[in-house]
């Protein structure tokens, strides 16, 4: 089964340290999503890509996040300086551009650890 | 951006009984889909099921159907004959045209056996 790939599964760090997670969606998936989810609450959408382009990145704190997905594959998101507060579970979704079927599969999640 | 609400934290059921989630959003679109989605401790999210806004027949998926009151905005989640493995958070969305989801801020169910 198809499966949207996330690493790494785990980081710690320090404050003030740059971060990057990585994230491959299921092949042909158009769409990506990077979702902040703090412990407790729902997901809260930072960015997301129609194949290379952005399609909204609102609610990402362009101070100091920053996403890519250069070839409309794969996608990085980094956080640099990263701080106390940024410590979530970062997750990944894809899905199927413009279907009226469309559903989000997710990845198993970056959790971050800011210390 | 849509707005959608989940106002139970958190639900117990005993095993084998019924338990019912309630969501509800706010939209001024008339084409939409609304999710529930699944997550489990330490587990990565699923879709548990799905509703077009255009059908007024509820969603069923085995022992998981919906009552989707679109006039009302509300779209509840029923668990028939509830297992163990059904315990995790649980997540109402909403997909509006933009294709964009957004997420209740979830129920958590814990399954007594």
């Known amino acids: 089964e198809a499966e949207v790939a996330q690493s790494p599964r785990y980081k710690i760090t320090e404050k003030s340290q740059a971060v990057a997670f990585w994230c491959d969606p299921i092949?042909?998936?158009?769409?990506l999503y990077w979702y902040r989810q703090i412990l407790g609450q729902g997901p809260e959408l930072l960015v997301q890509?129609?194949?290379?382009?952005?399609?909204?990145d609102s609610q990402l704190p362009k101070d100091r996040f920053s996403a890519e997905r250069l070839k409309g594959v794969d996608s990085t998101l980094k956080i640099q300086p990263a701080e106390l507060g940024d410590s979530a579970m970062y997750l990944c979704?894809?899905?199927?551009?413009?279907?009226?079927?469309?559903?989000?599969?997710f990845g198993a999640g970056s959790r971050l650890t800011v210390l | 951006a849509q707005t959608v609400t989940q106002s139970q934290p958190e639900m117990s059921v005993q095993e084998a009984e019924t338990v019912t989630l309630s969501c509800t959003y706010d939209?001024?679109?008339?084409?939409?889909?609304l999710f529930w989605y699944k997550q489990p401790p330490s587990r990565q999210m699923i879709l548990v099921i799905r509703?077009?806004?255009?059908?007024?027949q509820n969603a069923t998926e085995n022992r998981f159907s919906v009552n989707f009151q679109k006039a009302a905005k509300s779209f509840s989640l029923k668990i028939s004959d509830s297992q163990l493995g059904d315990a995790a958070m649980y997540f109402c969305?909403?997909?509006?045209?933009?294709?964009?989801?957004?997420f209740g801020t979830g129920t958590s169910l814990t399954v007594i056996p």
């Open positions: 092949s042909g998936h158009a769409t």
């Open positions: 939209t001024s679109e008339s084409d939409y889909y």
């Open positions: 969305a909403y997909r509006g045209t933009g294709n964009q989801f957004y």
């Open positions: 979704a894809s899905s199927l551009s413009h279907s009226g079927a469309n559903v989000l599969t």
């Open positions: 890509f129609q194949d290379e382009s952005v399609v909204d």
């Open positions: 509703q077009e806004a255009y059908k007024q």
